[in-house]
């Protein structure tokens, strides 16, 4: 048993098998360009989340705190500017904009530490190659940044996902999806989808190759083989 998501999913769900009208007109709706409009907010608090930590890191280590060392603006400012931009690709590339990859359970805040991290290692580097200023980079900025950063951008993804939740109980940011299997395992699916609006998904149909095409199981048809 298996639930396929999506257009691409169900599509790939009846190849090889007998495609009847009834199972072509429900996956011959377009897809719904929900996921980039749910993603895009998240792109770009991820963006301000990082702005704000390292602005805040340079007040909290260099204006409140008692710095010794020589100190450059300019230097910390092409840092920012390259962090931004490079975070984002960090995350992207750690799938944090994916959308199958959000909105539940807790790997979604584990892998914005990992990221995080990750993109600590690039300022560091960055720093090593930059020639133009002769300075260390601040060990204690280093780590404002990090904690900055983790706190602020799992606590505002934190709140978007309660914010989508709440969308999708109105009918938002919803995905169509086939059950492959009308037993008693995939009407366990069904009710369990049904019953969590949370997730997004819209079950149309079973896939079951023991079962006659149109027929009904739990209020929904069995769409192909």
Known sequence: MAVRIGQDEVWSTVMGTRRLPALQMEAEVK???????????LFLI???????????????????????GPLSEAFYNRLAWIAIPMWLVIFALYRLYHPDRLFGGMREYTTVINACTTGLVGLILYSFLD????????????????????ISVSSTRFGYRRLVYYLRRRGLFIRRALVVGANEEGQAVVSQLRGSPEAGMEVVGFVDPALPLGMTVEGLRVLGK
């Open 31 to 41: 897809r719904r360009p929900s996921s980039f409009w749910m993603v895009l907010p």
């Open 46 to 68: 991820d963006a301000a989340c990082i702005a704000l930590s390292l602005a805040a890191a340079y007040q909290l280590r260099f204006q409140l705190m008692r710095y010794y």
């Open 131 to 150: 020639r133009n200023v002769d300075l260390d980079i601040s060990r204690g900025w280093l780590a404002i940044v990090w904690f900055l950063s983790v």
